[in-house]
Nanobody, 122 residues
Framework: IQLEESGGGSVQPGGSLRLSCTAS????????LGWLRKAPGKDREQVAR????????VNPKSLVDRFTISRVKAKNTVYLQMNGLKPEDTDMYYC????????????????WGKGTQVTVSS
């Protein structure tokens, strides 16, 4: 499985971006897909995940009001809608896919994209 992200860029505080992640290969219904972010010198942070089969999503409480994850199964694509962006959201955002929820929860998804940079500044 290969994952390719797009949609990153520079935006002013309060702005919005939508990231896309398209998967090539077989995404099975037991997989978890989602987004993580990491900046130099910072720990990797889970941003959002969803169950590929049901579309049920989970976000950290700190982000749930601003970030929304969704998917279109027919396009093998996962989206991350980010609203109300803040300078502290500046990070490299990675799409990832995991063969199981457990692998995701321990921070070891099986598949990773190359990342897309999001920069929030005035």
């Amino acid at each position: 499985i290969q994952l390719e992200e797009s949609g990153g860029g520079s935006v002013q505080p309060g702005g919005s971006l939508r990231l896309s992640c398209t998967a090539s290969g077989s995404i099975t219904n037991d997989m978890v897909l989602g987004w993580l972010r990491k900046a130099p010198g910072k720990d990797r942070e889970q941003v959002a995940r969803l169950d590929w089969s049901s579309g049920a999503s989970v976000n950290p409480k700190s982000l749930v009001d601003r970030f929304t994850i969704s998917r279109v199964k027919a396009k093998n694509t996962v989206y991350l809608q980010m609203n109300g962006l803040k300078p502290e959201d500046t990070d490299m955002y990675y799409c990832a896919a995991s063969a199981s929820l457990n692998s995701w929860l321990i921070g070891q998804p099986s598949y990773w994209g190359k990342g897309t940079q999001v920069t929030v500044s005035s």
